[in-house]
């Protein structure tokens, strides 16, 4: 009897241990996950800065529903991508799933930031600052030659979708007009400081498929400010 009642109180105490052992091993390895798991980036959509009942030759209507449904929607997915990034073990993942997601990633984030900077272009018509009309004189010609360059890209995506993107190369140290057809090609090292958006969800509702129109009225209201500031922080870094 005496050598049972041993034998149970063993097996009780064996018990308890391999339970205390196993939500110890649980616990380290919750917080294993936890500690690997890296704090994913939140980006805010940046408020329009313009008054889109006030840009003119372009409806209310399709500046917002631009600016909601394609710059707001791509920062919204843009942050659904890093919070499954933030938690991705690497070490086990399968690689198809890694390149789908920072595939997404790229095309979010280059979808928020040239949204951005398209966004900042709008809502005044004058001209370039002294120092950037400089700049464009000297790696263009004029400010007359960028500009037809500029916008016979624009022109030329008509029909199609992309961007074009007035970029300061940091390699190269000069001002550059660079085509892209989609959210994942861009001038490595280059900087955006003035953008138009050749997607047709830029132009297709107020002018279908006249898309050189779009391009014309865009032109005539841009505002340099931004592009001004971003060309003064670029190229003094």
């Known amino acids: 009897m005496t050598r049972d009642f041993h034998r ?57 529903s631009h600016y909601e449904n394609n710059y707001i929607g791509a920062v919204k997915r843009l942050n659904a991508i890093l919070d499954q990034l933030s938690g991705l073990d690497f070490d086990k993942a399968p690689g198809f799933q890694i390149n789908g997601l920072k595939r997404e990633e790229l095309i979010a984030a280059n979808s928020m930031i040239l949204h951005e900077v398209y966004f900042a272009g709008l809502g005044a018509s004058d001209k370039p600052g ?19 360059e500029f916008v016979a890209m624009g022109k030329a995506l008509g029909g199609g979708s992309g961007w074009v993107v007035l970029s300061y190369d940091k390699h190269g140290g000069r001002l550059v007009n660079s085509w892209a057809n989609d959210h994942t090609q861009c001038l490595a090292g280059g900087d955006p400081i003035f953008v138009l958006d050749m997607f047709e969800h830029a132009y297709q509702m107020d002018f279908g498929a006249k ?13 340099w400010s931004n592009a001004d500031r971003l060309f003064e922080k670029y190229s003094r870094a």
């Open 130 to 148: 002294a120092a950037l009309a400089a700049a464009l004189d000297r790696d263009f010609g004029s400010f007359d030659r960028w500009r037809a």
């Open 211 to 223: 898309a050189a129109d779009y391009v014309k009225i865009v032109m005539a209201a841009a505002g």
């Open 8 to 64: 149970r109180q063993f097996l009780r105490a064996a018990a308890t241990t391999g339970v205390a052992l196993a939500a110890a091993g649980a616990a380290r390895a919750e917080e294993k996950a936890a500690a690997a798991k890296r704090a994913a980036v939140v980006h805010q959509p940046k408020p329009m800065a313009f008054d889109p009942q006030r840009v003119e030759g372009m409806s209310e209507k399709i500046l917002v």
